[in-house]
């Protein structure tokens, strides 16, 4: 019997032990989530701090790269800004074009004020449809590859410096 009561004890002795552990783990839970939900704060306030610091610099410097320098902060993260939040894609979108406006009166300072030639060459090609420069593309589909044309483009010019050498 004394084993019988000693076994008893020993689980006993276990489960208050086990209970005792998942009380604890319970807590240890707690503290380790308690810790991370202030450390995601902490993160949070960060963010908003560097977003709102990025979008003071980027209005004054306006070039991307310099402004994350500053700010200690990747280009990546700006894009992920601008994708995951909304508000800050539209300051960003806003910041833009702002400075399209500017980049606009300057070019337009440049044409009527200075009357400088590249950049009344500039306007003109992309603004007025007389002077926009023409591209065309051609599309050539089948078995004919960029070789085959080629050498097709090649064996035509020597035949016709042939027949000028044959005039002669």
Known sequence: ????????????????????????????????????????????????VNKKLFLQYYESNRVIGAVCKKVNITTETVRVWRRDDPEFAKAFQNVDLERNEEVEDILMGMIFIKHDGPSVRYYLDRKHPEYNPHVTTEVITGTRTLEDILDEAEAKLKKEVMEKKQKK
Request: charged share 50%.
């Open 1 to 48: 019997m004394d084993q019988n009561k000693e076994k008893q004890l020993n689980r006993e002795g276990t489960e208050q032990k086990t209970k005792e552990a998942e009380s604890l783990t319970k807590s240890a839970k707690f503290a380790i989530l308690e810790d991370i939900s202030d450390k995601e704060k902490e993160e949070q306030e960060r963010t908003r």
